[in-house]
C-alpha cells in the first residue's frame, strides 16, 4: 500500500492564492499570504507570485471564480510553476477539481502546516502526534492522493464481497492506523502526565505565543540553556523543561509549540499532551514580538487558543520581545486620521500596554538581553507569591528580594 504520508510531485516553485471576503478586508489578506509565503519559505518552497481575489465567499467548486482560475493556470504554464497553496482549507471536493483544473499539486494552509510539523518532528511523541494529524487530514482525501484506488478488489475472504473496491479497504486501512496512533498517544500521554507529576512541587512557567516570537531565546536566557532557536516558524515542536533558580527559588520552565492563525484542527487534537504543560502551568509567559506591525492580532490569536485549549484562566505575563528591532511606521503630523498601532513610538505602546495590564507585562530583548534583569525580578516576585500561596509555612526559607539587585 502506498504511504498516504508521502505527497507526489514535491514542489519548489508555488503560486499563493488568497480571497478577499465579507470575513477578510485586503489588508488582512496581504498579511495572511505574508505569513503564507514564510511557511512555504521554511517547507523550503519559494513563492513566485501571489493571487488575490475579491468574493463575497469562497466558490463551493474551485474556491475562486472559473475567470480567476484560468487567469492562475495560463500564468503557470508560461512560468513554470510548481503547485499552487491557497491561504484557506479547502474541502476534499475542491481540492480534487483544482488540481484536474489546474493540472498541477495543490495545496492548503493546513496541509502546508503538517508538512512542515513533519519535518520539524525529532522525537516518536511528536512523529506520532503529526502522523495521527496527517492521517485525519488525508483520510477524506485518499481517493485524491492515491491513483489505484478506483479498481475492484474481488476473492474470496474481501470484506463487502468481490464487488469492494481497494478504496474502501484502504479507508479501513488508515482508520485502523488512526485507532493505534491515538491508543499509542493515549498511553504517552500517561506517562507524560506521570512525569509532571514526578516533578515535585516545584512552580511550573509554560512560555507561549505565537510562533517565531522568540520563545526559545527567551527560554536560553532565563534557564542559561542552548534550545534550538532558529528565524522559521515551528522551530520547536516538543516540549521542553528547565529547572531555572532565581536567588535560592526554584521553578521549572517549560517552552512549548508556538501558535499560527488557522491552525488544522487535527494538530490541536494530536498535541494534546503537548499542549497539557500549557494547561497545567501555574504562570504563562505570553511572549510577543513587538517589532511585527500586527503583534496585536497575533496576540490575540494565541489569546483565542490558550481559551480553546482551557488554559485561558491562567495567571499571565505578558512579554513583548525584541524591543531592539521596533520600528514605527512613518505617520504624516498633518495626516487627520488617528495613527495606527504600528505607528506609535516604542514609548507610546509601553504607556498604553503598561496602562491597561499593569504589573503583567514587561518590554525586552532576549537576544540583546535588554530589560533581562526587569524580567527576572517580575518572574521571581511572581513565582515567589505563588510559592507562598501553596506553601506558607516555607514563606521563611525564601530568600530576601534584595538578592536581585544588580544581577546579570
Known amino acids: ?67 480567476k482560475l484560468a487567469e492562475v493556470k495560463a500564468w503557470m504554464q508560461e512560468h513554470g510553476a510548481d503547485c499552487v497553496i491557497f491561504d484557506d482549507e479547502l474541502s476534499p471536493s475542491q481540492q480534487r477539481n483544482l488540481e484536474k483544473d489546474l493540472a498541477c499539486p495543490v495545496l492548503d494552509r493546513p496541509r502546508l502546516i503538517l508538512d512542515i510539523f513533519a519535518r ?26 492515491w491513483t489505484h484506488l478506483e479498481r475492484q ?11 469492494e473496491k481497494e478504496i474502501e479497504t484502504d479507508r479501513r486501512l488508515v482508520r485502523d492506523r488512526i485507532a493505534l496512533l491515538k491508543d499509542q498517544l493515549r498511553q504517552i500521554d500517561r506517562q507524560m502526565a506521570t512525569q509532571r507529576s514526578n516533578r515535585g512541587r516545584m512552580i511550573r512557567v509554560a512560555l507561549v505565543g505565537y ?30 523543561v528547565r529547572k531555572v533558580v532565581l536567588g535560592n527559588l526554584p521553578f521549572l520552565l517549560s517552552d512549548t509549540v508556538g501558535f499560527i492563525r488557522k491552525l488544522p484542527t487535527q494538530l490541536i487534537e ?21 517589532s511585527h506591525h500586527n503583534f496585536e492580532e497575533q496576540y490575540q490569536t494565541v489569546q483565542q487558543t490558550l481559551n480553546e485549549i482551557g488554559a485561558g484562566d491562567r495567571p499571565v505575563i505578558v512579554v513583548f520581545n525584541k524591543v531592539d528591532a521596533y520600528r514605527p511606521a512613518p505617520h504624516d503630523p498633518d495626516d487627520l486620521a488617528p495613527k495606527r498601532t504600528d505607528q506609535y513610538t516604542l514609548a507610546e505602546l509601553q504607556a498604553s500596554w503598561m496602562a491597561r495590564m499593569g504589573e503583567d ?40 528580594d534584595e538578592y536581585l539587585e544588580g544581577e546579570n
Open 1 to 67: 500500500m502506498i504511504d498516504p504520508l508521502e505527497i507526489k510531485g514535491k514542489a519548489e516553485k508555488a503560486v499563493l492564492i488568497g480571497l478577499i471576503t465579507d470575513r477578510q478586508d485586503a489588508d488582512q489578506v496581504k498579511e495572511y499570504l505574508d505569513e503564507l509565503e514564510f511557511l512555504a519559505s521554511t517547507a523550503d518552497i519559494s513563492t513566485m507570485k501571489r493571487f488575490v481575489q475579491r468574493l463575497h465567499k469562497p466558490d463551493g467548486r474551485t474556491y475562486v471564480g472559473s475567470g
Open 120 to 145: 520539524r518532528a525529532r522525537t516518536s511523541h511528536a512523529k506520532t502526534q503529526v502522523e495521527l494529524a496527517q492521517y485525519e487530514y488525508m483520510l477524506p482525501r485518499l481517493t485524491k492522493l
Open 153 to 163: 478488489r474481488g476473492g474470496t475472504g474481501t470484506r463487502g464481497g468481490a464487488g
Open 211 to 240: 510562533t517565531n516570537v522568540g520563545k526559545s531565546t527567551l527560554m536560553n536566557l532565563l534557564s542559561k540553556s542552548d534550545v534550538f532557536a532558529e528565524n522559521k516558524l515551528f522551530a520547536t515542536l516538543d516540549t521542553t
Open 270 to 290: 494530536s498535541f494534546k499532551s503537548t499542549l497539557d504543560e500549557t494547561r497545567e502551568a501555574d504562570l504563562l509567559l505570553h511572549v510577543v514580538d513587538i
Open 361 to 400: 507585562c514587561i518590554f525586552v530583548s532576549a537576544a540583546q538581553r535588554i530589560n533581562s534583569d526587569g524580567l527576572r525580578k517580575m518572574l521571581y516576585h511572581r513565582v515567589k507569591a505563588l510559592h507562598m500561596a501553596r506553601y506558607p509555612y516555607e514563606s521563611d526559607l525564601l530568600y530576601k
